[in-house]
């Protein structure tokens, strides 16, 4: 028998449980707790009802965690409903246990992996036109929602689960997020076969993004950040990555010296939501290259617009991922195109999820890149 054979088997066996699970729940900052709550129901409409498998530690969840509640909705969230106590949890996936009416995408069995964004599917400006995304009414699995991936169980619709195949490991499952925001990236700044890019910020998504622009065919790939031991990971995982680090490389001059014509990278792709490392972007992009800003910035930080026009240079937004992405990076992942898995280097149970998981990547030594909770 497989594993998920076992993993099935053991979804059906809890349908005639207590009811009550095991979750990861963020009551306020420096305050979560691993409870037993109530299980959720029977699927409605349109529902689908998981048993979750592995999910990851965001660095949103981190955020969360240590200064929340920020995405985590103090009044009522205007499109769900969710506020106050809330499972985490976006990166993840599991096995599919039960469907409401209507549902025809998946069945019971199923392995999925969950696209985590919620919001109307229609009657809205943005949603009417594909752009889900972007939808002022969007709402989060984990975030702002009823339900999370830090869980036993969870509850979505059927719009948020993907079916995955059998090449796409259970692991994998819960890594399609956090690519999707590093394909999307690479996609805005238009990095194409030969191109030169700089990904400033070498954590879970900044990793995820060289490895996406590496799947893209760029065919320079630098990456800086402060931190040696995650540079060090970056050479390990991509060999032919230029490491920089601005405490002791001047980042622009370092990439001019090293593309074509001296001019600079094709694309600049900010990870980090850092005024320097944004600054340097600009500074290392060539004129008419594009300048992609990725990490969430915590307040408003200056840049230099007489050297965005002089250099005629795009300086991009990039938000999440269109949902429709998500067989896309499925097959980027399984084909081995993009080996996510990469980044994972540690393994966790969800009773050790606050000390060894939350608290060990917010040690500044930084030795952890992406952290997997097991659920099963």
């Not at 998920?4 to 009551?27: I, Q």
């Not at 981190?62 to 009522?76: R, S, V, W």
């Not at 600009?282 to 008419?288: I, Y």
């Amino acid at each position: 028998m497989t594993d998920t054979d076992e993993l099935v088997r053991a979804s059906r066996d809890a349908a005639g449980s207590s009811g009550t699970m095991k979750a990861l729940r963020f009551h306020a900052a420096k305050d979560l707790r691993v409870e037993q709550i109530a299980r959720p129901g029977r699927p409605g409409p349109g529902q689908v009802l998981v048993r979750n498998r592995f999910v990851g530690i965001c660095g949103t969840d981190l955020h969360e965690y240590a200064y929340g509640p920020i995405f985590i909705p103090k009044e009522p969230h205007p499109f769900t409903g969710a506020h106050g106590t809330q499972v985490l949890g976006h990166e993840f996936g599991g096995v599919v246990h039960a469907v409401g009416d209507g549902v025809t995408n998946v069945a019971p069995g199923d392995r999925v992996s969950i696209q985590p964004l919620i919001m109307p599917r229609a009657g809205d400006y943005f949603a009417d036109r594909g752009l889900f995304h972007l939808s002022p009414q969007l709402a989060l699995v984990g975030l702002s929602w009823q339900s999370g991936g830090m869980a036993e169980w969870s509850l979505v619709n059927d719009y948020n689960v993907a079916p995955i195949p059998d090449a796409l490991s259970d692991e994998d499952a819960a890594l399609v997020e956090p690519s999707a925001v590093a394909v999307y990236a690479c996609d805005r700044g238009e990095v194409t076969a030969g191109s030169s890019v700089l990904v400033t910020g070498a954590g879970p998504i900044g990793a995820l993004t060289a490895l996406a622009a590496n799947a893209a065919g760029a065919a320079q790939i630098f990456v800086s950040d402060l931190n040696d031991a995650r540079l060090d990971f970056a050479r390990e995982m991509l060999p032919d990555v230029i490491t920089l680090n601005p405490k002791r490389d001047n980042v622009g001059e370092a990439i001019r010296a090293q593309t074509e014509g001296h001019v600079g990278c094709d694309v600049a792709i900010e990870c980090v939501g850092n005024e320097h490392a944004l600054k340097a972007c600009l500074d290392a992009v060539r004129k008419q290259g594009r300048v992609v800003q990725v990490g969430l910035h915590p307040h408003d930080n200056p840049l230099d617009w007489f050297a965005v026009t002089f250099k005629d240079v795009d300086v991009r937004g990039s938000w999440a991922y269109p949902t429709h992405y998500w067989p896309r990076v499925i097959r980027m992942i399984a084909s081995g195109m993009l080996p996510a898995a990469k980044v994972v280097t540690r393994r966790i149970r969800l009773d050790d999820a606050v000390r060894e998981g939350f608290d060990a990547l917010l040690d500044p030594a930084g030795t952890q890149l992406k952290i997997l909770i097991d659920l099963s």
